[in-house]
């Protein structure tokens, strides 16, 4: 867009908030898993990254029912019937939301029974689901692993009159049967947990040429009338039972938070059952006694074509022998070139700003940047916030080093962090024992910002380190997740780190910020504030764009500054991970707004914003998305990244991503996800970030790997 040309504003008279101009969010984060769906029934994804993906989605739900859907019921027992964004009640939603996932879980095994089996038997793998498949020495190695393996673990567990219903956990694989006496034609009901500790797959010793798999519960299905001896079998199927796994926590009454939430955890195993998986053909009878036992409604029960939980792919993923039908190009994080590790981590600091993208480049730095803070002689203090960290967290343990080293160590532990708390709670009490000041998080917010602060006396001072990112702290995770972290030790922002953690762990707040915006307090408006500016300089005639990357976007008051932003002429790319309640291409509100979703091998979880202003553009990157639980009950960070070399990294990032017609979703007018149309070159932003990342040396390949046309980044202030 010229600078010059003067964009007409469309009249005031608009109301952006109506109902109708927005997407319900639970039905917007069921298209999201459709999209990771699609990537498993692309011909061009590599089998095994089809069976990754399909098992994605089944996880992704397992969490969906146990929290969205899991608060919808909550609603409607407690009487709630405020609308949400799109003007639905809960009632409404869950009735929509309902039946999308009825259609959702069939396509989900039409994909498995109808592509995904037949490709593994094309490539010599068949995974059994009738026991005459076998033949006898196959059937005779089976039973003798059930006899040596499987039968000791194994409990099972009756319901008559002198046994209670036994208690069934949540997402737990069981098989249910019906059994009967020898001498009595009375039908009792019985069952068996499969046991995770036992591995849910078994290959079967190599026959011909094929490789022949089978799940744990058909080897316990086909033996077992050993586990009820006096009995006969009158059948048996598998089930599993989602519960309501959302943590109702009272702060207010809770003297001690820590011992609160480890009550509620125990809990959270035996809340309301919302979900029943049975097997396609299961006994009447027997799915009777579990809806009355269990309590759950006609369409709270999901018929399943295939077997239960699909999850078990991902173990599939590592089956020996199939490198060539997984994706390649991408090996491991490159190196980050301004920080060799043969040099001190504070001296290259000192040299200027870096920016790292992860898991392109690799995340040890951050790593190193703690462990280094741990040993240094010269380092007084190490401030860190933990949202979610790995099982075997090396942080941790520089941490709890640094401790024991004399220095003062103050760690926010968050507990609230959904399905962390457990782990959280373990490290909490670790770095408390080895003398760390731990704060379990805030009254009423969940600490989610990402930052990192190292005090160190110097020859010429006091000098602070800072590390801030959208990303966890967590090492695993960072070479699944795509994050931005940047290290500075700029004076502003060391300032303003300083008084982040003294706003944790005290109750001291600035009278002014350098750079950072937090949120729930300033957060807010700040993006509110740069949004009315975009739209103020296209009503003048000057460059306005809007470019924001992130997860999810669903505060209405944010949608609708965006889309009166639109109507006033600021053209939007939204790159949008997962929810978002927007819609596009409505007729002088949101004709100027794009909204693009990349799902592909790593999950895209950055959060980075551009702002043209008027042709100074500036260059953001946050721990927050734009939803009403980051800009308002969470304690977030945004910050400014204003060193030209980041800025231009920061671009590309953008850029490349905008381009990309291999992995991309559009959203179209009628607010369904369409796959863009590969024409001209391919663009897979995450295998060119990849193979640039291996490339890093040579400082030239950033801007050779360009393939987009040079008017597009002049016309945006670059």
Known sequence: MSAKKKIETVSNNINFYNDEYYINRELSWLQFNSRCLSEAKDKATPLFEKLKFLSITASNLDEFFMVRVASLKDMINAG????????????????????????????QYRVYNHMLLQELADNGIQIVREYDKLNSEEADYIDRY?????????????????RPFPLIRNKTLNIGALVKGKESNEMEFAMVQVPSVLPRIMEIPEVSGVRKI????????????????NYDIVCCYPFRVGRNADLSIDEDEAEDL??????????????????????????????????????VEQREIYTIDGPLDLTFLMKMYGIEGFDYLKEHGYNSPAPVIQLPSDRDIFEC???????????????????????????????LAIKQTLYR????????????????????????????????????????????????????????????????????????????????????????????????????????????????FNMLSGYSEPAVWNKLTLAPLW?????????????????????????????????????????????????????????????????????????????????????????????SPEYYASSADWMPRNLERRVEIMFPVENPGLREKLWHILDTELHDNVKAHIMNKEGQYVKVAKRGDLINSQKIFGREATELSKPKNIAESRVFEPEYRDDHGL
Not at 349 to 376: N, Q, T
């Open 80 to 107: 709630y019937k405020k609308p949400d964004i799109a003007g639905m009640s809960p009632k409404e939603q869950l009735d929509k939301v309902t039946e999308a996932v009825h259609e959702f879980q069939n396509e």
């Open 146 to 162: 059930f006899d040596d393996f499987v039968y000791p673990v194994l409990t099972p567990m009756a319901y008559d009159s002198s």
């Open 214 to 229: 089978m799940l744990l519960e058909q080897i316990i299905q086909r033996n077992i009338r050993k586990l009820f001896l």
């Open 258 to 295: 820590l011992k609160e939430i480890e009550k509620q955890l125990k809990r959270r195993q035996w809340g309301q059952a919302i979900r029943l998986e049975i097997e396609k053909g299961f006994d009447k009878r027997l799915l009777k006694i579990l809806t009355d036992e269990l309590k």
């Open 349 to 379: 600091i000192r040299e200027g700003d870096i920016l790292m993208h992860h898991p392109y480049e690799s995340f040890d730095p951050v790593v190193r940047f703690v462990e280094a803070a741990a040993s240094d002689p010269a380092v």
């Open 389 to 500: 960290v790995s099982g075997n967290s090396p942080i941790i343990a520089a941490l709890a080093k640094a401790a024991d080293n004399g220095k003062q160590v103050s760690v926010l532990v968050e507990l609230k962090a959904r399905f962390d708390e457990e782990n959280n709670i373990v490290w909490a009490k670790m770095l408390e024992k080895a003398g760390c000041h731990v704060i379990y998080g805030l009254k009423g917010l969940k600490t989610h910002s990402k930052i990192t602060l190292v005090v160190r006396k110097e020859e010429d001072g006091i000098r602070r380190y800072v590390h801030l990112a959208t990303g966890n702290y967590n090492d695993s995770t960072a070479k699944l997740y795509t994050d931005v972290g940047m290290f500075t030790c700029a004076e502003a922002y060391g300032e303003d780190a300083t008084a982040v």
């Open 523 to 615: 957060l807010k408006d700040r993006v509110l504030d740069l949004i009315k500016r975009e739209a103020d300089h296209a009503r003048n005639g000057e460059p306005a764009h809007i470019i924001a990357k992130m997860n999810s976007i669903c505060h209405k008051d944010v949608i609708a500054a965006l889309y009166e932003a639109s109507s006033a002429g600021v053209k939007i790319d939204l790159i949008v991970r997962g929810i978002c309640c927007l819609k596009t291409g409505i007729p002088g509100v949101s004709e100027n707004i794009n909204v693009r979703s990349i799902v592909g091998n790593f999950l895209e979880h950055s959060r980075i914003f551009y702002f043209e202003n008027g042709g």
